[in-house]
């Protein structure tokens, strides 16, 4: 019976002479040659799915809400939009959109190969656009413009910030790429 000349024994010299043997690609990590790397970057992506997903939830129930609201006739008039959780119409609307944004650069990321450079730059715009509006909505709490709930737009900056990070990684790259 013949040994691979290729693969030498166990006990067969130092543990940096050993021969290494790649998986095939299927049997590659899923999460790329860095250990934790990958996994903190897909953490880091299903907990900005997650936050999406209670952002637009929220708005669902709110809207649920205003509709019981107005068929009930309170006060004599109809609610705005977004009244219920305290925010004008239009940083309502700018709050689903940032929700919607989000799950949209994300779909792109794990879609999308890095070998497609306009691919990555179109995620990175989609997160630029969508830190500006997380910016805009906690400025105009900050500036007493809206009513909204403070922190939510910093929340979003921040969690904006890692995603571009591991985005940007090679990880995040090889993880997308498989």
Same mark, same amino acid.
């Given at each position: 019976?013949?040994?691979?000349?290729?693969?030498?024994?166990?006990?067969?010299?130092?543990?940096?002479?050993?021969m290494?043997?790649?998986?095939p690609?299927h049997?590659?990590?899923?999460?790329?040659?860095?250990?934790g790397?990958g996994r903190?970057a897909?953490?880091?992506?299903?907990?900005?799915?997650?936050?999406?997903?209670?952002?637009?939830?929220?708005?669902?129930?709110?809207?649920?809400?205003?509709?019981?609201?107005d068929?009930? %006739?309170?006060? %004599?008039?109809?609610s705005q939009?977004?009244?219920?959780?305290?925010?004008?119409?239009?940083?309502?609307?700018?709050?689903?959109?940032i929700?919607?944004w989000t799950?949209?650069q994300?779909?792109?990321?794990?879609?999308l190969?890095?070998?497609?450079?306009?691919?990555?730059?179109?995620?990175?715009?989609?997160?630029?656009i969508?830190?500006a509006?997380?910016?805009?909505?906690?400025?105009?709490?900050?500036?007493?413009?809206?009513?909204?709930?403070?922190?939510?737009?910093?929340l979003g900056?921040?969690?904006?910030?890692?995603?571009?990070?591991?985005l940007?990684?090679?990880?995040?790259?090889?993880?997308?790429?498989?």
């Open positions: 019976m013949s040994q691979n000349p290729e693969t030498p024994a166990p006990d067969e010299g130092p543990p940096s002479a050993r290494v043997i790649a998986d690609p049997l590659a990590p899923r999460f790329g040659n860095l250990p790397t903190l897909v953490l880091v992506m299903w907990l900005r799915i997650a936050i999406a997903g209670y952002m637009v939830a929220l708005g669902i129930a709110a809207a649920i809400a205003q509709y019981v609201y068929r009930q %006739g309170f006060e %004599g008039r109809t939009p977004g009244e219920i959780l305290g925010m004008e119409p239009w940083t309502f609307a700018l709050w689903l959109a929700a919607g799950v949209l994300i779909v792109l990321a794990v879609k190969t890095r070998r497609k450079r306009w691919a990555r730059y179109t995620v990175l715009t989609l997160e630029i969508g830190l509006a997380a910016l805009a909505v906690e400025l105009a709490q900050e500036m007493d413009l809206a009513p909204v709930n403070a922190g939510t737009g910093w900056v921040i969690l904006g910030a890692a995603i571009i990070a591991a940007r990684s090679q990880t995040m790259a090889a993880w997308c790429d498989r």
